[in-house]
C-alpha cells in the first residue's frame, strides 16, 4: 500500500476512538489528534498495560484455545465460529458501528465461546434457557478464559458479553470471498508446498488474528480498535489473489506489491469513507512494530500463523491415552464403572485410563450430582420418570412378560425373519 494511501488526515483516528475512551481509565477521544503516536491517537492510558514485562507466555494460551474457533462448528451452519464471527463483524462495520463497539463485542463473544462453543444467546433462549440465567452462562463462559486478559481490558469486555450488536444478514461480496479463500499453509521458495487439511479460510485466520490483537493490546498498551481492524483487512488482496504462499508470491517478483496495492485500494475505496480512512490507518500502523498498536497486530499475526501449525503437530500426535487419561472421555458417571469393564473386556483400557481406574481416582458419580442427567444415555430423568411399562406399545415384549412374549425361537434368531428380529428389538 502506498504511503498517500495510509497518510493520516488530522483528527482521522477519532473514527476509531468511541466518546470516552477506549476501556475505563483511558484518555477521552477528543484528545485525538491523528498524527501523534504514529496516527493513533496518542499514548494510551497507563492502566492499559497488561502485566508490564511479564512474557508473552501468559497469553499464549488463550492464544492457542482462540484458534481452535476456526473448527468449531454446528448444525446451523457449515462456518466455523470464527468465520461467521468474521461475517458478523464486517456486518457491523459496514452498517456504520463504531469500530471499538465492534472490537470489544467480537472479542467478547469468541472469549464466551472458547467454552460454550456455537452455544450463544440464541441458542439458549431457544433452548427455555430465561435471559437472565443466559446472561450468567455467558459471562461464567467468559470469565473461565479471560484471566490472562489485562484488567481493565478485561473489565470492559466482560461488560459486553452477550451484547447484540446491528447486523443486515448479507455483507461485502470481498468479505464472502475472503471466507472462500483457503489459505496456503507451510511453503517456502524453492521447496515443494506442505499441504496441511482442512486448510483454514482467510476469514478464520483473519478473524484470530483480530480478536487475538484487542487481547495483546492490553499487554501492549495499545488501542484495541486499530488491531482489530487491521486484523480483519490485512488480507483484503486475497479477496481477489489465490493464496500460493511465501513460495509463489516470490516468483511474482515486481508484480507482487502493485498487484497487491491495487486490490487493497479498490476493496478501501468502496468502503463507506468513515470505516476506510479508519482502516487505511489501521493499515499504516500494522506495517511497523513501532508502535504499541502495531506490536499488538504483528504478534498476533505471528502467533495465530505458529498456532496453526501446532494444531496440525497436535493432532498427528494426539493419543488414546490422552483421550481416557488428561481430557476423561469415559468421565464420571452413573454408567463409569461398566463402561470401563466394558474397555478391559475389549481390550481399550489404555495405560492411562487403566490405572485412574485401578486408583480409584473416578468414581462414578451419583445421579444426583448430575441433575438426574445420564450425560452417556442423553435422556434426562424427567423425560423418562413417570413413564409405566403399560404406557409403552410394545412393553411386554421388552419384558418378556404377558401376551407380547417374543417367542423363544425369535429370539435365538431361528425363523420370524429380519422384521420380527426388528419388531424385537434385536
Same mark, same amino acid.
Given at each position: ?13 477519532? /473514527?476509531?476512538?468511541?466518546? !470516552? ?14 498524527? @501523534?503516536?504514529? !496516527? ?13 514485562? +511479564? ?32 461475517? &458478523?463483524?464486517? *456486518? ?24 460454550? !462453543? ?25 470469565? +473461565? ?30 468479505? +464472502? /470471498? ?21 486448510? *483454514? ?31 480483519? /483487512? ?55 512494530? @513501532? ?9 498476533? @499475526? ?7 501449525? &501446532? ?59 448430575? !441433575? ?8 434426562? @430423568? ?31 434368531? +431361528? ?12
Amino acid at each position: 500500500m502506498s504511503a498517500e494511501q495510509v497518510r493520516p488526515a488530522p483528527g482521522g483516528m477519532a /473514527a476509531l476512538a468511541p466518546a !470516552g475512551g477506549w476501556w475505563p481509565g483511558a484518555e477521552p477521544a477528543g484528545g485525538v489528534s491523528g498524527t @501523534d503516536h504514529a !496516527g493513533a491517537g496518542g499514548p494510551p492510558d497507563s492502566t492499559a498495560a497488561a502485566r508490564p514485562g +511479564e512474557p508473552l507466555h501468559a497469553l499464549a494460551g488463550l492464544a492457542a484455545e482462540l484458534a481452535t474457533l476456526k473448527r468449531v462448528r454446528d448444525a446451523q451452519s457449515a462456518d466455523s465460529m470464527a468465520t461467521r464471527l468474521f461475517r &458478523r463483524a464486517w *456486518e457491523a462495520l459496514l452498517l456504520g458501528t463504531d469500530v471499538a463497539d465492534v472490537a470489544l463485542s467480537t472479542t467478547s463473544d469468541a472469549l464466551a465461546a472458547l467454552r460454550l !462453543g456455537a452455544m450463544d444467546s440464541g441458542v439458549l433462549s431457544r433452548l427455555g434457557v430465561p435471559a437472565q440465567a443466559i446472561g450468567d452462562i455467558l459471562v461464567a463462559s467468559f470469565d +473461565e478464559v479471560a484471566g490472562p486478559v489485562a484488567p481493565p481490558l478485561r473489565a470492559a469486555l466482560r461488560e459486553r458479553v452477550g451484547e447484540p450488536i446491528p447486523t443486515v444478514g448479507q455483507v461485502a461480496e470481498f468479505v +464472502e /470471498a475472503l471466507i472462500r479463500q483457503p489459505r496456503a499453509g507451510a511453503t517456502c521458495p524453492g521447496k515443494p508446498r506442505i499441504v496441511l487439511e482442512p486448510a *483454514e479460510g482467510h476469514g478464520d485466520h483473519c478473524l484470530v488474528v483480530a480478536v487475538l490483537g484487542v487481547v495483546l493490546a492490553g499487554h501492549y498498551g495499545a488501542r484495541p480498535a486499530v488491531p482489530f481492524l487491521a486484523g480483519l /483487512a490485512h488480507h483484503f488482496h486475497n479477496a481477489v489473489m489465490p493464496d500460493s504462499g511465501f513460495a509463489g508470491e516470490m516468483l511474482l517478483g515486481s508484480y507482487l506489491v502493485p498487484a497487491m496495492e491495487r486490490v487493497f485500494a479498490a476493496t478501501i475505496d468502496g468502503l463507506p469513507p468513515t470505516l476506510a480512512e479508519a482502516t487505511r490507518l489501521a493499515m499504516r500502523a500494522s506495517r511497523d512494530a @513501532d508502535t504499541p498498536e502495531g506490536r499488538a497486530f504483528n504478534a498476533a @499475526d505471528v502467533i495465530d500463523r505458529i498456532m496453526e501449525m &501446532r494444531h496440525f503437530a497436535g493432532v498427528a500426535s494426539f493419543t488414546t491415552d490422552q483421550a481416557l487419561g488428561e481430557m476423561e472421555l469415559v468421565h464420571a458417571g452413573p454408567l463409569q464403572r461398566f463402561h470401563h469393564g466394558v474397555m478391559r473386556e475389549a481390550g481399550l483400557m489404555e495405560a492411562v485410563a487403566a490405572q485412574a481406574y485401578d486408583d480409584g481416582a473416578h468414581e462414578p458419580a451419583s445421579a444426583g450430582n448430575r !441433575g438426574g442427567f445420564d450425560v452417556a444415555d442423553g435422556v434426562p @430423568d424427567a423425560v423418562l420418570g413417570g413413564i409405566d411399562e403399560g404406557d409403552v406399545p410394545g412393553a411386554g415384549v421388552l419384558s418378556g412378560a404377558g401376551a407380547g412374549a417374543v417367542p423363544a425361537p425369535v429370539m435365538a434368531g +431361528e425363523g420370524g425373519g429380519s422384521g420380527a428380529r426388528h419388531r424385537a428389538g434385536a
